[in-house]
């Protein structure tokens, strides 16, 4: 009997345009389900705060990525600069940081990604630890992330994934660069919308012009993205207008460059969150990318299957 394949979506952003460089980076994974082992044991669950880091684009410091975070964390001991990606399902790190801690022997899996199968290499990690929470006892996946360091100008180590980061509460303030886990995050349930994990991935609905439609949550993602499908359904007979630039999608293994048309969705709403003229790209996945999440906070109990976004400016943004 053939083995299970279990869907793994790795989803991360960049910048990529002529001169002001605006773009997606998207991998598709399939891993088999008895060949990686990504659920970690957290050894210590006490809330933590962790500072956030904004990219930056390759146009240079002025010039920052549609506010994409990353954190620092320690990986088998040593230190690195995660991407905050609640649109990865596993964590994942350079080959340059994997030689640096020392991995030995990492074991080959064949995943199914966007453009093709590929060849990637796994390794059984340690412990990784953001703040004062340890993670231990989980399997880490290795890819080549040099493109996306020239692109934001930082030595970006790896990817902090959904395997982790949806074992406890957690917050991402985008306003004030912080992450907290844990302890002291709270989701009240009038404000809360209801989510659910599939692959490691936050699903929840929101409405598009006052229609329910499925999201990821994705804080990898610089941008917005849409099915086409979903467009003629939602907005049938006469989709919104198209935007006259192409939005430029990466595939972060085989760095193949497809560009996808672009609309503008009149108004989506997640939960209290509204925004209103987002601009959205066609493809084959629905994301909820930084270009509406980064505006809020936002605030994710995975444990009970439900999320809340809070305007950072109002009184309701305080914990």
Excluded at 134 to 143: E, P, S
Excluded at 197 to 213: F, H, K, W, Y
Excluded at 245 to 253: A, N
Aim: net charge neutral.
């Amino acid at each position: 009997m053939s083995r299970t394949l279990k869907r793994i979506l790795l989803i991360l952003a960049a910048t990529w345009a002529a001169l002001a460089v605006s773009a997606l980076v998207i991998v598709t994974l399939y891993v088999q389900q008895d060949a990686i082992h990504l659920k970690p044991h957290v050894l210590r669950s006490a809330g933590t705060q962790a500072p956030l880091y904004p990219l930056q684009s390759v146009a240079g410091p002025d010039e920052p990525i549609e506010r994409l975070m990353a954190v620092p964390v320690h990986l088998d001991g040593r230190a690195g600069l995660f991407l905050v990606d609640t649109g990865a399902s596993a964590v994942t790190i350079s080959r340059r940081f994997a030689r640096a801690i020392g991995v030995e022997s990492p074991r080959p899996v064949r995943l199914q990604m966007h453009f093709g199968v590929s060849e990637v290499e796994v390794f059984r990690a340690r412990a990784l630890r953001v703040g004062e929470v340890t993670y231990r006892d989980f399997d880490v996946l290795i890819l080549e992330l040099q493109h996306i360091q020239d692109w934001t100008h930082t030595d970006l180590d790896g990817i902090l994934g959904g395997n982790v980061l949806n074992t406890l509460p957690y917050e991402l303030d985008f306003a004030a660069r912080r992450l907290t886990i844990g302890r002291g995050v709270a989701v009240p349930t009038d404000d809360a919308v209801p989510l659910t994990i599939q692959d490691g991935l936050i699903v929840a609905e929101a409405t598009v012009s006052g229609r329910p439609n499925r999201f990821i949550l994705d804080t990898g993602a610089s941008n917005t993205l849409i099915r086409s499908g979903d467009l003629d359904r939602l907005f049938a007979p006469e989709k919104p207008p198209l935007t006259s630039s192409p939005v430029r999608i990466v595939d972060i293994k085989q760095d193949q460059v497809t560009e996808h048309r672009e609309v503008v969705l009149p108004e989506v709403r997640l939960g209290n969150a509204t925004v209103r003229d987002l601009k959205a790209g066609l493809f084959e996945q629905n994301l909820l990318g930084q270009d509406f999440l980064g505006r809020f906070t936002l605030r994710v109990d995975a444990p009970r299957r439900r999320l809340a976004l809070v305007d950072p400016e109002s009184p309701a943004g305080d914990p």
